[in-house]
């Protein structure tokens, strides 16, 4: 999938044999609040990954006339939004969730390094100066660095996938979904 010449974007676009196929069969609650079906869902986030990051998104379901006619089926666009919606708002529980583990860990590993460096300075007291001394003291700096590996790992790197699965499931969700019958 890819722009058109028009300069619009490309359909995400599914052919199912009912309406059914969307959603998981195992949901008790009724059709609206049905979550979608994990093929359909990996198979449109798939598809919406693959396409530019800023316009907005179209999903095109394909299905037999005869469902098409069925008064759910005006309720597939709204089930959609719904549910990428919900996805949506898991991921910044999720964000939220990480970044509170984030300061436990930085609080934690900040207390590390401050008793590391202070360690680190009374083993020269009790250390003979020499090639030992020197192996305590740069063994407790090192481990106090290593205890704010994880939350430098946190606070730098692992938010950004979060934010970005979180913008694609609310793009998803403010996808036009459209119904083509066969």
């Known amino acids: 999938?890819?722009?058109?010449?028009?300069?619009?974007?490309?359909?995400?676009?599914l052919r199912i044999a009912t309406i059914d196929q969307l959603f998981q069969?195992?949901?008790?609650?009724?059709?609206?609040?049905?979550?979608?079906?994990?093929a359909?869902?990996?198979y449109?986030?798939?598809?919406?990954?693959?396409?530019?990051?800023?316009?907005?998104?179209?999903?095109?379901?394909h299905l037999?006339?005869?469902?098409?006619?069925?008064?759910?089926?005006?309720?597939?666009?709204?089930?959609?939004?719904?549910?990428?919606?919900?996805?949506?708002?898991?991921?910044?529980?999720?964000?939220?969730?990480l970044f509170r583990v984030g300061r436990i860990a930085l609080a934690v590993g900040v207390a590390i390094l401050v008793a590391c460096l202070l360690l680190a300075r009374l083993s020269a007291n009790y250390v003979a100066p020499g090639?030992?001394?020197?192996?305590?003291?740069e063994s407790f700096l090192i481990l106090g660095w290593v205890a704010n590996w994880r939350p430098l790992e946190i606070f730098l790197y692992d938010w950004w996938p979060?934010?970005?699965?979180?913008?694609?499931?609310r793009r998803l969700a403010d996808a036009k979904v459209e119904l083509a019958g066969y």
């Open 64 to 97: 037999p006339h005869a469902e098409a006619q069925l008064p759910r089926a005006a309720e597939i666009g709204g089930a959609f939004s719904r549910f990428f919606a919900y996805r949506a708002d898991r991921q910044s529980r999720d964000l939220a969730e």
């Open 1 to 13: 999938m890819s722009a058109s010449a028009a300069g619009t974007i490309d359909p995400i676009e």
């Open 40 to 42: 359909a869902e990996d």
């Open 131 to 137: 090639p030992l001394a020197s192996l305590v003291q």
């Open 44 to 61: 449109i986030v798939g598809w919406a990954r693959e396409l530019p990051r800023d316009g907005p998104l179209r999903i095109v379901v």
């Open 25 to 38: 069969s195992l949901d008790p609650f009724p059709f609206r609040e049905k979550d979608l079906d994990a």
């Open 162 to 169: 979060i934010v970005r699965r979180r913008r694609l499931y």
